[in-house]
Protein backbone atom coordinates (compact mmCIF):
# COMPACT_ATOMS: atom_id res chain seq x y z
CA UNK A 1 0.00 0.00 0.00
CA UNK A 2 2.19 2.03 0.64
CA UNK A 3 4.69 1.91 -2.51
CA UNK A 4 0.52 2.94 -4.14
CA UNK A 5 0.69 5.88 -2.01
CA UNK A 6 4.10 6.60 -3.09
CA UNK A 7 3.45 6.94 -6.40
CA UNK A 8 0.07 8.46 -6.19
CA UNK A 9 1.37 11.63 -4.85
CA UNK A 10 4.99 11.87 -7.24
CA UNK A 11 2.10 11.54 -9.68
CA UNK A 12 0.26 14.28 -7.96
CA UNK A 13 3.46 16.71 -7.13
CA UNK A 14 4.18 16.71 -11.19
CA UNK A 15 1.12 17.24 -12.08
CA UNK A 16 0.92 20.06 -9.76
CA UNK A 17 4.59 21.46 -11.10
CA UNK A 18 3.57 21.34 -14.71
CA UNK A 19 0.35 23.14 -14.46
CA UNK A 20 1.88 25.65 -11.86
CA UNK A 21 5.13 26.26 -15.07
CA UNK A 22 2.61 26.37 -17.26
CA UNK A 23 1.11 29.12 -15.70
CA UNK A 24 4.45 31.12 -14.63
CA UNK A 25 5.08 30.44 -18.03
CA UNK A 26 2.07 32.39 -19.31
CA UNK A 27 2.42 34.96 -16.72
CA UNK A 28 6.10 35.85 -18.29
CA UNK A 29 4.84 35.74 -22.06
CA UNK A 30 2.33 37.55 -20.89
CA UNK A 31 4.64 40.18 -19.33
CA UNK A 32 7.15 40.94 -22.01
CA UNK A 33 3.97 41.23 -24.53
CA UNK A 34 3.19 44.09 -22.75
CA UNK A 35 6.41 45.26 -22.53
CA UNK A 36 6.95 45.28 -26.38
CA UNK A 37 3.59 46.82 -26.93
CA UNK A 38 4.56 49.47 -24.64
CA UNK A 39 7.79 50.16 -26.05
CA UNK A 40 6.18 50.11 -29.38
CA UNK A 41 3.59 52.94 -28.77
CA UNK A 42 6.41 55.39 -26.90
CA UNK A 43 8.01 54.83 -29.83
CA UNK A 44 5.49 56.21 -31.98
CA UNK A 45 4.17 58.96 -29.66
CA UNK A 46 7.11 60.26 -27.44
CA UNK A 47 10.20 59.99 -29.29
CA UNK A 48 8.06 62.29 -32.12
CA UNK A 49 6.66 64.73 -29.62
CA UNK A 50 10.65 65.34 -27.97
CA UNK A 51 12.32 65.71 -30.92
CA UNK A 52 9.55 68.24 -32.88
CA UNK A 53 9.27 70.01 -29.95
CA UNK A 54 11.36 72.96 -30.11
CA UNK A 55 10.77 74.35 -26.83
CA UNK A 56 11.69 71.31 -25.14
CA UNK A 57 14.79 71.00 -27.45
CA UNK A 58 15.76 74.55 -25.94
CA UNK A 59 15.38 73.73 -22.49
CA UNK A 60 17.67 70.90 -22.63
CA UNK A 61 20.22 72.63 -23.77
CA UNK A 62 19.45 75.25 -21.50
CA UNK A 63 20.22 72.92 -18.84
CA UNK A 64 22.97 70.99 -19.74
CA UNK A 65 24.96 74.22 -20.93
CA UNK A 66 28.01 75.26 -19.01
CA UNK A 67 27.10 76.65 -15.31
CA UNK A 68 28.37 79.84 -15.30
CA UNK A 69 30.20 82.45 -17.70
CA UNK A 70 32.80 84.41 -16.42
CA UNK A 71 34.34 87.34 -17.77
CA UNK A 72 38.44 87.45 -17.66
CA UNK A 73 40.80 91.08 -17.83
CA UNK A 74 42.11 91.09 -20.87
CA UNK A 75 39.99 89.33 -23.16
CA UNK A 76 37.04 90.05 -25.55
CA UNK A 77 34.07 89.47 -23.43
CA UNK A 78 31.47 91.12 -25.91
CA UNK A 79 30.07 87.66 -26.01
CA UNK A 80 29.01 87.89 -22.12
CA UNK A 81 26.57 90.77 -22.15
CA UNK A 82 23.66 90.32 -21.09
CA UNK A 83 20.83 90.61 -23.64
CA UNK A 84 17.47 91.41 -22.94
CA UNK A 85 15.06 88.08 -22.97
CA UNK A 86 12.44 87.34 -25.03
CA UNK A 87 8.93 88.59 -23.53
CA UNK A 88 10.83 91.76 -22.55
CA UNK A 89 9.71 94.91 -23.35
CA UNK A 90 12.91 95.15 -25.29
CA UNK A 91 12.07 91.78 -26.85
CA UNK A 92 8.77 93.37 -28.56
CA UNK A 93 6.02 91.21 -26.78
CA UNK A 94 4.30 92.02 -23.46
CA UNK A 95 6.00 90.70 -20.44
CA UNK A 96 6.19 90.60 -16.71
CA UNK A 97 10.36 91.64 -16.38
CA UNK A 98 9.20 95.35 -17.27
CA UNK A 99 11.52 97.45 -15.74
CA UNK A 100 9.75 99.71 -13.64
CA UNK A 101 9.55 103.76 -15.27
CA UNK A 102 11.43 106.49 -13.16
CA UNK A 103 9.66 108.56 -11.40
CA UNK A 104 9.37 112.31 -12.08
CA UNK A 105 9.85 113.36 -8.36
CA UNK A 106 10.72 112.16 -4.73
CA UNK A 107 7.57 111.55 -3.48
CA UNK A 108 6.96 108.99 -6.61
CA UNK A 109 10.43 107.46 -5.52
CA UNK A 110 9.92 107.08 -1.77
CA UNK A 111 6.37 105.38 -3.60
CA UNK A 112 7.79 103.38 -5.37
CA UNK A 113 11.00 102.51 -3.62
CA UNK A 114 11.78 103.55 -0.48
CA UNK A 115 8.23 102.82 0.90
CA UNK A 116 8.97 99.46 0.78
CA UNK A 117 11.71 99.54 3.30
CA UNK A 118 10.68 102.48 5.42
CA UNK A 119 6.84 101.92 4.91
CA UNK A 120 6.65 98.66 7.19
CA UNK A 121 10.30 99.36 8.95
CA UNK A 122 12.08 96.08 7.45
CA UNK A 123 15.30 95.34 7.78
CA UNK A 124 15.61 98.30 10.73
CA UNK A 125 14.95 100.94 8.58
CA UNK A 126 12.88 103.53 10.40
CA UNK A 127 9.33 103.78 9.32
CA UNK A 128 8.30 106.85 7.31
CA UNK A 129 6.73 109.46 9.89
CA UNK A 130 7.95 107.99 12.75
CA UNK A 131 8.99 111.22 14.66
CA UNK A 132 10.97 109.47 17.85
CA UNK A 133 13.13 106.68 14.91
CA UNK A 134 13.89 110.01 12.56
CA UNK A 135 14.83 112.49 15.10
CA UNK A 136 18.57 111.51 16.28
CA UNK A 137 18.70 111.11 12.37
CA UNK A 138 17.74 114.46 11.48
CA UNK A 139 19.87 116.01 14.07
CA UNK A 140 22.79 114.38 12.34
CA UNK A 141 22.28 116.57 9.00
CA UNK A 142 20.87 116.23 5.80
CA UNK A 143 24.27 115.71 4.80
CA UNK A 144 24.69 112.71 6.54
CA UNK A 145 21.30 111.27 5.62
CA UNK A 146 21.78 111.96 2.07
CA UNK A 147 25.26 110.39 2.00
CA UNK A 148 23.71 107.76 3.63
CA UNK A 149 20.98 107.52 1.07
CA UNK A 150 23.10 107.45 -2.24
CA UNK A 151 26.15 105.37 -0.71
CA UNK A 152 23.99 102.99 1.36
CA UNK A 153 24.69 102.39 5.12
CA UNK A 154 25.27 99.79 7.53
CA UNK A 155 23.83 100.72 11.08
CA UNK A 156 23.18 98.53 14.59
CA UNK A 157 19.76 97.80 13.42
CA UNK A 158 20.16 96.96 9.55
CA UNK A 159 21.36 97.86 6.22
CA UNK A 160 20.53 100.30 3.64
CA UNK A 161 21.88 99.49 -0.22
CA UNK A 162 22.68 102.73 -2.17
CA UNK A 163 19.78 104.49 -2.91
CA UNK A 164 17.49 101.83 -1.71
CA UNK A 165 18.51 99.29 -4.74
CA UNK A 166 17.31 101.76 -6.89
CA UNK A 167 20.68 102.22 -8.32
CA UNK A 168 19.48 104.09 -11.94
CA UNK A 169 17.77 106.88 -9.97
CA UNK A 170 19.68 109.73 -10.17
CA UNK A 171 21.05 111.54 -6.90
CA UNK A 172 18.87 114.41 -6.87
CA UNK A 173 15.37 112.35 -7.02
CA UNK A 174 17.04 110.57 -4.31
CA UNK A 175 17.79 113.56 -2.42
CA UNK A 176 14.26 114.74 -2.93
CA UNK A 177 13.07 111.25 -1.50
CA UNK A 178 15.15 111.82 1.99
CA UNK A 179 13.12 115.34 1.90
CA UNK A 180 10.26 113.86 1.67
CA UNK A 181 10.67 111.21 4.57
CA UNK A 182 11.98 114.50 6.47
CA UNK A 183 9.10 116.28 6.03
CA UNK A 184 7.00 113.08 6.60
CA UNK A 185 8.95 112.92 10.32
CA UNK A 186 8.57 116.38 11.25
Given at each position: MRKKTDALVSKQDTHFFNV??????LLVAV??????????????????????DAEYSKNVHARIGPPVKEAI?????SALAIKPAEGTAEGG?????????MPQNGTQLFEQTCNVCHGQGIGGAPKAGDK?????????????LYEHALKGFQGKAGVM?????????????????????VQMAQ
Open positions: FSLVIGAVGLFALARIVASHTQDLQVLSAGRDNASGTAVAAAAAWAARIAEGKAIPPKGGRLDAPDDLVKQAVDHM
